[in-house]
T-cell receptor, first 107, second 114 residues
């Protein structure tokens, strides 16, 4: 099976940079995806990686290392509206989600 | 603007009732999914469908069934609701192939079974 681990909670300050890690154990997958979910709302797609390396999308970047079983989501210039849960998901024949990291951004 | 809609935001049902949750997408997506989301357990896949009249079991199909008679509509049915089915239910859709990891979610239905 696929075990996906993320920290349960993180806090950060407005304007700062935060890195949310995701580690996994799996024999193979097609891609690694990141979703954002604000409290009481549906998840929204943020970013994905198929190959090793960094994918940048504005203030958000995602990194993947298949050999290390490791990914992270990097959020720059944090804003209050970035307070949300961030879900890491592996794509095998379907998406397998981690339990998410709840990020709180303080002024 | 892409859209996935669900029939209800909040629903309260009694134990033993048959419950229908409806999901409609307007993006001409082939794939549609039903998840439930519970604190500490994350998103878990109940059923998915990759075409009209096709369905596949996800990780927790027990107690549920689905129907896909039209491409844009995917229904989740709780045959006899039980209290352990109290949860947030999320519908999603995506294209097939490499796009199937980029899923678009509906707003969710919070179901309470009493």
């Amino acid at each position: 099976g696929q075990n996906i681990d993320q920290p349960t909670e993180m806090t950060a300050t407005e304007g700062a940079i935060v890195q949310i890690n995701c580690t996994y154990q799996t024999s193979g997958f097609n891609g690694l995806f990141w979703y954002q979910q604000h409290a009481g709302e549906a998840p929204t797609f943020l970013s994905y990686n198929v190959l090793d390396g960094l994918e940048e999308k504005g203030r958000f970047s995602s990194f993947l290392s298949r050999s290390k079983g490791y990914s992270y989501l990097l959020l720059k210039e944090l804003q209050m509206k970035d307070s949300a849960s961030y879900l890491c998901a592996l794509l095998v024949d379907k998406l397998i989600f981690g339990t998410g990291t709840r990020l709180q951004v303080f002024p | 603007d892409v859209k996935v809609t669900q029939s209800s935001r909040y629903l309260v049902k009694r134990t033993g009732e048959k419950v229908f949750l409806e999901c409609v997408q307007d993006m001409d997506h082939e794939n549609m999914f039903w998840y439930r989301q519970d604190p500490g357990l994350g998103l878990r896949l109940i059923y998915f469908s990759y075409d009209v009249k096709m369905k596949e079991k996800g990780d927790i199909p027990e107690g549920y069934s689905v129907s896909r008679e039209k491409k844009e509509r995917f229904s989740l049915i709780l045959e006899s609701a039980s209290t352990n089915q109290t949860s947030m239910y999320l519908c999603a859709s995506s294209f097939v192939g490499g796009g199937r990891g980029e899923q678009y979610f509906g707003p969710g239905t919070r179901l309470t079974v009493t």
